[in-house]
């Protein structure tokens, strides 16, 4: 069991940026999936990003060119650096890991039953 604690949310403008950061209490990043998740007031928890063991990443559309993923192994940290942000992007922001023994393709985990360790999440409010 992996315990995660994710933080950085906060209430920004349109347009403006976040970076929200999620550090594992223990075990390595170095052989894990990560990913972002997010939910919406009233609205199912939906895929965001992830990244693979070999830093292959997969974005949805709607937050391509403007989301990046990114991880430190050596400190067990996954961040999400969340440029020109919209009222759409509102919503509690989760991350969460899965152990990976073999390098992948990023897409191939981007369903919530694919992780097995959550973080607690952190809200981001965009105002329009």
């Known amino acids: 069991q992996v315990q995660l604690v994710a933080s950085g949310g906060g209430l920004v403008q349109v347009g403006g940026s976040l970076r929200l950061s999620c550090a594992a209490s223990?075990?390595?990043?170095?052989?894990?999936?990560v990913a972002w998740f997010r939910q919406a007031p009233g609205k199912e928890r939906e895929f965001v990003t992830a990244?693979?063991?070999?830093?292959?990443?997969h974005y949805i559309d709607s937050v391509k060119g403007r989301f990046t993923i990114s991880r430190d192994n050596a400190r067990n940290t996954m961040n999400l650096q969340m440029n020109s942000l919209k009222p759409e992007d509102t919503g509690v922001y989760y991350c969460?890991?899965?152990?990976?023994?073999?390098?992948?393709?990023?897409?191939?985990?981007?369903?919530?039953?694919?992780?097995?360790?959550w973080g607690q999440g952190t809200q981001v409010i965009v105002s329009s």
């Open positions: 990244m693979s063991r070999n830093n292959d990443s």
């Open positions: 969460a890991v899965r152990w990976s023994p073999y390098n992948s393709n990023a897409y191939y985990y981007h369903r919530s039953s694919d992780y097995s360790d």
């Open positions: 223990r075990g390595t990043f170095s052989s894990y999936t």
